[in-house]
């Protein structure tokens, strides 16, 4: 599953289907010798691919209306991944919160180089195909895309092949994130729901849950995220 921030395959199948459409129409009106009944037969064909194509259009508004703009990876000049699968459950149930254990960032310029070099160690050191967030969100009050929608993620145990990463970048030892933050966060679940990309019952959680890499109270992420309506306190893997 593709992000939807990211491709246009709805609107060039809209786009595809008015020329489509423009070319029965053109062959109708110059084609004199077609019979009524051929003509009623293309009018009825003609009116179910128009409901059929608001039908799609609608589905794509609604989701664009809740979907946040997302920095695509080059955005930020992210490097090529390898070989990233599938994610094998799909919608995901569980989107699961990190932070990323850097400095903070306020600028979309600061916020990228911190992104490079994460995605850099993980890709040299730790010999992972890519980043290992979905998707991270900075001081900047902006959301990035690492491996998006749909892929198969790393670093959270039995959650890599059924979660969502969202990575919140700094440290977070005495700081929260903001509420635009949270905002932000809630808007991509949103946009997730919508695209079918995360479970309509998807729940949320901190790393520190899934892992013994990061210890609960090493950081405020655990605290911020069980407040969270969607925080689940004992996950299990489905």
Known sequence: LKSVYVTNQPIDFLISLSVRLTGVLSYA???KRLSLRSTFKVSATMATILQISFLVLASVLAVSAQCPVVIPRSGWNAREARFVPVLPIRPAPFVIVHPTGTASCTLQ?????????????????????????????GGDNRIYQGRGWGREGVNVGQ????????GF??????N??????????ESLIGCGVGARALDQ??????????????????????????????????????
């Open 29 to 31: 009106s110059h084609k």
């Open 201 to 238: 019952d998807v729940n949320v959680f901190a790393q520190c849950q899934a892992t013994i890499m990061v210890g609960c109270s090493a950081t405020t992420i655990f605290d911020w995220i069980s407040e969270h309506p969607l925080f689940i306190s004992n996950p299990h893997p489905v």
């Open 169 to 174: 970048i700094g440290s977070f030892q005495q």
């Open 109 to 137: 310029a600061e916020c990228s180089e911190i992104i490079r070099n994460i995605q850099d160690f993980q890709m040299q050191a730790n010999g992972w195909p890519d980043i290992s967030y979905h998707f991270l969100i």
């Open 159 to 166: 959650y890599s092949n059924q979660a969502i990463n969202v």
């Open 176 to 185: 929260r994130p903001s509420a635009e933050a949270l905002e932000l966060l």
